[in-house]
């Protein structure tokens, strides 16, 4: 029996997409989504912001990096993956992003101001069940 891996988050995008293909040449987007907490402490407002790597792959991942865009409020939902690696020098190293199952896109009022596309969200859902993400020869870019 699997456990639940779940995980849903919401932010802006703090660079631009890294777009690219696999040797297979399946797609792969990958973005960094910023997300902020507030919080009281002594009379006073804290921020914490986390910086989080988001994957997405085949057409999610197509449709990702023509949307996304620096500053763009996303939700994604997905679900998290640890990557294991040793380097050169024998240190184990470790990294944790969420591999995105459906993004969605707050409205891009920079882009266009017209009334049609203010109320729009551009909604995108990773449709391919049971989908394996080609995993080899891939190199982090984050």
Not at 80 to 86: F, G, H
Not at 112 to 137: F, I, K, L, M, V
């Amino acid at each position: 029996m699997n456990s639940l891996n779940s995980v849903l988050i919401e932010g802006n995008l703090v660079r631009d997409p890294a777009s690219r293909s696999t040797p297979k040449g399946t797609p792969v987007c990958k973005i960094t989504v910023a997300c902020n907490r507030f919080y009281k402490k002594d009379n006073a407002l804290e921020k914490e912001v986390s910086f989080i790597d988001v994957e997405s792959w085949g057409m999610l991942a197509e449709k990702c990096g023509n949307l996304a865009k620096k500053g763009r409020g996303v939700r994604v939902v997905g679900r998290l993956k640890q990557d294991r690696w040793q380097s050169k020098d024998g240190q184990n190293h470790s990294k944790v992003y969420i591999v995105a199952e459906h993004i969605q896109f707050k409205p891009d009022f920079q882009q266009s101001q017209s009334p049609a596309n203010e109320s729009r969200d551009d909604d995108y859902t990773d449709e391919a069940e049971g989908y394996e993400a080609e995993t080899e020869n891939l190199v982090p870019c984050f």
